[in-house]
Nanobody
Framework: QVLLQEPRGGSVETGGSLRLSCAAS????????MAWFRQAPGAVREGVAM????????YYGASVMGRFTISRDANANTVYLQMQNLTPEDTAVYYC???????????????????WGQGTQVTVSS
């Protein structure tokens, strides 16, 4: 079993920045990918970014490419999401996820991940 803990998100104005973190504990050897998803009210859960544990390869959703950066501290079993140039469209509950390495282009599918954090609210005001 793997436990994912996400501290509180936050609120910023348009153009601002936030950094989210997610600490993994438990049987972390079973984790080969860590990802961030988000879900706005009435919307489906959207893949934001994923990082491969074996080789640190990174993948991003089209809506955040060039603005968000995913990174990982292997010693601390922690994954980060640095978010810049935020807009109100980025407002959502952000979830950390972990699991095996997704195949092909499926990293953005929630079903690829076995473990989930509790979610943290990010609000961007105009």
């Amino acid at each position: 079993q793997v436990l994912l803990q996400e501290p509180r998100g936050g609120s910023v104005e348009t153009g601002g920045s936030l950094r989210l973190s997610c600490a993994a504990s438990g049987f972390t050897r079973s984790v080969d990918s860590m990802a961030w998803f988000r879900q706005a009210p009435g919307a489906v859960r959207e893949g934001v970014a994923m990082i491969s544990v074996p080789d640190d390869r990174k993948y991003y959703g089209a809506s955040v490419m060039g603005r968000f950066t995913i990174s990982r501290d292997a010693n601390a079993n922690t994954v980060y999401l640095q978010m810049q140039n935020l807009t109100p469209e980025d407002t959502a509950v952000y979830y950390c996820a972990a699991g095996p390495l997704p195949r092909g282009g499926s990293w953005g599918l929630p079903t690829q991940y076995n473990y989930w954090g509790q979610g943290t609210q990010v609000t961007v005001s105009s």
